[in-house]
C-alpha cells in the first residue's frame, strides 16, 4: 500500500511539473498593482470556443516598470475616467513590449473586450499601436505560448477560432493593420468572419 501511495505521489507531482512546463510566466494583478475588479463574473461555456486579439491602442512599452504603468492606466480609464464604467481592465491578458505577459480578468472571469463574443471569448491585448509597425517577436511568441497554455489547461477549446478585433466589429481597425497581417498567419486564425 505504502509503494500504492508512493507511485500516486510521483504521478502527481510530474503532472503538476508538466503542467508548470507548458505555461509561460504570467505577471500577476498584484505584481502589477491592479485594484480590486468592482464585479466578476464566470464564464458559463467552458472551454471558451474563441480567441480575440487586440492592441491597446496607446502607447507602447519597452520596460516591466513602464509596462506595468500603462497597464495600471489602462485599468483606471477603463473602470471610469474616461466614461468606460466597466468592473475591470477590459482584456484577460496583456502582452507588453517587455515580452512579458499581464494578467488582466484571467482565464475564468467574462471580459469586456468586444459586445458579441465576451461570453464565449478570451480577449488579449498586445499593448502598443500596430497600424505601421508590428509587435515584436518577443511578444509574438508570448502569444504564441499563452495560447499554446490556454489549450492545455483546457480553458480554451483544442479546435479554438483566433479572429482579430476588427473581424468581430467592422467599425474597429484593431489591432491595427500590421499586427492583423501577423495574426492571418497564425494557425487558429479564422478567415471566414469578416
Ligand atoms: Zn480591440
Same mark, same amino acid.
Given at each position: 500500500m505504502? /509503494?500504492f501511495i508512493?507511485i500516486?505521489?510521483?504521478?502527481?507531482?510530474?503532472a503538476?511539473?508538466?503542467s508548470?512546463?507548458?505555461?509561460?510566466n504570467?505577471i500577476?494583478r498584484?505584481?502589477w498593482g491592479?485594484i480590486r475588479?468592482?464585479?466578476k463574473?464566470?464564464?458559463?461555456?467552458?472551454?471558451?470556443p474563441f480567441?480575440?486579439i487586440h492592441?491597446s491602442?496607446?502607447?507602447?512599452?519597452n520596460?516591466?516598470?513602464?509596462? #506595468?504603468e500603462r497597464?495600471?492606466?489602462?485599468q483606471?480609464?477603463?473602470?471610469s475616467?474616461?466614461?468606460?464604467?466597466?468592473?475591470?481592465?477590459r482584456?484577460?491578458?496583456?502582452i507588453?513590449?517587455?515580452?512579458?505577459?499581464?494578467?488582466?480578468?484571467?482565464?475564468?472571469n #467574462?471580459g469586456?473586450?468586444v #459586445?458579441t463574443y465576451n461570453s464565449? /471569448?478570451?480577449g488579449? /491585448?498586445?499593448?502598443?499601436?500596430?497600424?505601421?509597425?508590428?509587435? /515584436?517577436a518577443?511578444q509574438?511568441e508570448a502569444?504564441?505560448?499563452?495560447?499554446?497554455c490556454?489549450v492545455?489547461?483546457?480553458?480554451?477549446?483544442?479546435?479554438y477560432r483566433?479572429?482579430a478585433?476588427?473581424q468581430a466589429?467592422?467599425?474597429?481597425?484593431c489591432?491595427g493593420?500590421?499586427?492583423?497581417?501577423?495574426i492571418?498567419k497564425?494557425?487558429?486564425?479564422?478567415?471566414?468572419?469578416?
Amino acid at each position: 500500500m505504502d /509503494s500504492f501511495i508512493q507511485i500516486v505521489f510521483l504521478i502527481f507531482i510530474c503532472a503538476l511539473f508538466e503542467s508548470e512546463a507548458t505555461c509561460p510566466n504570467i505577471i500577476s494583478r498584484e505584481e502589477w498593482g491592479a485594484i480590486r475588479p468592482t464585479e466578476k463574473h464566470l464564464f458559463l461555456v467552458r472551454p471558451v470556443p474563441f480567441v480575440v486579439i487586440h492592441h491597446s491602442d496607446t502607447l507602447g512599452c519597452n520596460t516591466t516598470q513602464q509596462c #506595468k504603468e500603462r497597464i495600471k492606466k489602462l485599468q483606471l480609464q477603463n473602470m471610469s475616467i474616461l466614461g468606460s464604467h466597466l468592473h475591470d481592465i477590459r482584456y484577460h491578458f496583456m502582452i507588453g513590449g517587455d515580452g512579458n505577459i499581464y494578467q488582466g480578468r484571467g482565464w475564468d472571469n #467574462k471580459g469586456a473586450h468586444v #459586445k458579441t463574443y465576451n461570453s464565449r /471569448s478570451i480577449g488579449i /491585448s498586445v499593448m502598443g499601436h500596430y497600424e505601421n509597425e508590428p509587435p /515584436s517577436a518577443a511578444q509574438m511568441e508570448a502569444l504564441e505560448n499563452l495560447l499554446k497554455c490556454g489549450v492545455q489547461t483546457k480553458k480554451i477549446a483544442p479546435d479554438y477560432r483566433l479572429i482579430a478585433h476588427r473581424q468581430a466589429n467592422s467599425q474597429r481597425n484593431c489591432p491595427g493593420e500590421a499586427l492583423f497581417e501577423l495574426i492571418k498567419k497564425m494557425h487558429h486564425w479564422d478567415p471566414t468572419l469578416k
